[in-house]
């Protein structure tokens, strides 16, 4: 069965700092890979996914992640954080050839500092 | 109105209420999701929808009882809950087709079991 690890429970950055958020997978194939974002109170919003093809994603609000099989990971990036990023973020994991479930990891939290 | 809407969003109930979440999709999906999310944990899949037909159960506890009466209406039907019941009540749908998809999700339900 596939897991999701987001190391990070909590992180504070800058306003305009670059930010990593990071996640490890494990799931034996090649996966469908997702990154959420949830503002309090709300539901998740889908910033990017991962299906196959460049292993580089570009999603919404200038968000990136990179698919690295060698590593298990799908790293989010963006390369200078608003005030309006923080919030909690989510990455998911399904099973291709698999069921429409997806796993989602614990989440990170983002702080962002004036 | 658009995307995935759930009513109500907030709801405060004793221990031996019965009480229902309803959440309704206008994206045409054939699949629909209730999670549950608690302070401190991760997102928990309880229940998977797939053209109307239950395809999981996360043993979840009888006190919580779907119902899906067509592809568009998903409900959670709730009845002597416990307090540790309390938490935000995500609904979300799919494309479906057997496989995972971006799930869009609604802005949830905030329960208070009394």
């Known amino acids: 069965a596939q897991s999701v690890t987001q190391p990070d429970i909590h992180i504070t950055v800058s306003e305009g700092a670059s930010l990593e958020l990071r996640c490890n997978y494990s799931y034996g194939a090649t996966p469908y890979l997702f990154w959420y974002v949830q503002s309090p109170g709300q539901g998740l919003q889908l910033l990017l996914k991962y299906f196959s093809g460049d292993t580089l994603v570009q999603g919404i609000k200038g968000f990136e992640a990179e698919f690295k099989r060698s590593q298990s990971s799908f790293n989010l990036r963006k390369p200078s954080v608003h005030w309006s990023d923080a919030a909690e973020y989510f990455c998911?994991?399904?099973?291709?050839?698999?069921?429409?479930?997806?796993?989602f990891g614990k989440g990170t939290k983002l702080t962002v500092n004036p | 109105e658009t995307g995935v809407t759930q009513t109500p969003r907030h709801l405060v109930m004793g221990m031996t209420n019965k009480k229902s979440l309803k959440c309704e999709q206008h994206?045409?999906?054939?699949?629909m999701y209730w999670y549950k999310q608690s302070a401190k944990k991760p997102l928990e899949l309880m229940f998977v929808?797939?053209?109307?037909?239950?395809?999981e159960n996360n043993s979840v506890p009888s006190r919580f009882s779907p119902e899906c009466p067509n592809s568009s209406h998903l409900f959670l039907h709730l009845h002597t809950l416990q307090p540790e019941d309390s938490a935000l009540y995500l609904c979300a749908s799919s494309p479906g087709g057997g496989r995972p998809e971006t799930q869009y999700f609604g802005p949830g339900t905030r329960l208070l079991v009394l």
């Open positions: 998911a994991v399904g099973a291709k050839g698999g069921s429409e479930k997806l796993v």
């Open positions: 929808y797939s053209l109307e037909e239950r395809v």
């Open positions: 994206l045409g999906h054939n699949a």
